[in-house]
């Protein structure tokens, strides 16, 4: 169930304290970024995922859909759609027609999309690399590292547009050699939503099994 889902929601709150150092400039940039999102009541995009591991020699893309409104959100990647209203997660598998509702744990060890633009803010340890060029757009790239060792993801690198402050796109490398890099792509501010957004609506999956694991 959770084979593509993992390698989507960014791991980790973490234990630690936010002891160390962080680099200004880098700071400025995720202060920047992170002001932008939270500012739009709503967005959707679609992404490109791309699992990579040079040591196993395997490369996949999966095309995906999200749409975020706060802490709520609607994913669809590969065979599954997620929906979070907040309080309950809905996790519908089409190829078993089934769905698992489990209570949303926002102290769990898994971040949801809703908090990737906020991820940097506690338990990361954040460094400016670089200014790249990407398809003629100058890019800031910026790491994170978590602070808890023990963590199976050990490096996050952001790639923001210096024109807007905008993620064009995120790389999770993890210790098991997987790198997981998501390429945002057709964002749209401010999409209609509203309650049936975020819900699961059981009459429109005919016959579906439900999963209660509250």
């Given at each position: 169930?959770?084979k ?5 929601l960014?791991?980790a709150?973490?234990a ?11 700071g ?5 970024m ?5 500012a739009l ?8 995922q ?12 999966i ?8 802490q709520?959100f609607r994913l669809?990647?590969s065979g599954?759609e997620?929906?979070n ?6 996790t519908y ?8 509702i489990?209570?949303s744990d ?5 971040m949801?999309?809703s ?7 506690k ?8 200014q ?18 023990q ?9 923001v ?24 792509k057709?964002?749209?501010?401010n ?9 699961f609506?059981?009459a ?11």
């Amino acid at each position: 169930m959770k084979k593509y889902l993992s390698s989507l929601l960014l791991a980790a709150t973490l234990a630690l304290p936010a002891a160390a150092q962080q680099d200004p400039k880098a700071g400025k940039i995720l202060d920047q970024m992170s002001a932008k999102y939270q500012a739009l009541k709503a967005f959707q995009a679609t992404f490109t995922q791309t699992l990579e591991n040079p040591g196993a020699k395997v490369k996949q893309n999966i095309n995906g859909d999200i749409v975020v409104s706060g802490q709520k959100f609607r994913l669809k990647i590969s065979g599954q759609e997620v929906i979070n209203n907040g309080t309950t997660t809905w996790t519908y598998l089409k190829n078993e027609n089934e769905v698992n509702i489990s209570d949303s744990d926002p102290d769990s060890q898994d971040m949801s999309p809703s908090q990737i633009y906020t991820m940097y803010k506690k338990g990361y340890k954040y460094t400016y690399v670089q200014q790249v060029t990407e398809g003629g757009e100058p890019l800031d790239v910026i790491e994170l590292a978590p602070e808890n060792r023990q963590n199976d993801v050990f490096k996050v690198r952001l790639k923001v547009r210096k024109k807007d402050a905008s993620v064009k796109s995120w790389q999770m490398f993890k210790k098991n050699g997987n790198q997981y890099t998501f390429l945002i792509k057709n964002f749209k501010p401010n999409p209609p939503v509203d309650a049936n957004t975020f819900a699961f609506d059981k009459a429109k999956y005919k016959g579906v099994k439900v999963v209660d694991l509250r």
